[in-house]
């Protein structure tokens, strides 16, 4: 039974590091640019630039609104990004 509780524990953990998600409305420049796949410190640091000058992103879409950020980066992204 310890087997079993140990292995569900391990699987819940592994779980939650291969899905992780990053909420572009409050995350940091450095968070996003090390969650995101194919953006770097520069397109990071260019969303929170317009998440201040435009106010929270409303749709994922939104996102390639940012220079440098198209939608194929979106895409590929599109299950870690969180809004709220």
């Known amino acids: 039974m310890n087997f079993f509780k140990t292995a569900l524990i391990a699987a819940a953990l592994f779980a939650q590091s291969a899905f ?9 420049a450095e968070q996003i640019a ?3 796949k194919g953006v770097g410190i520069t397109k990071a640091t260019a969303i929170v630039a317009y998440r201040e000058q435009n106010g929270p992103f409303k749709t994922v879409e939104e996102l390639t609104q940012v220079k440098g ?4 980066t979106v895409e590929k992204n599109r299950e870690e990004i969180l809004l709220k």
């Open 34 to 36: 090390e969650e995101l």
């Open 69 to 72: 950020i198209g939608l194929k």
């Open 20 to 28: 992780a998600a990053i909420n572009v409305n409050k995350a940091s």
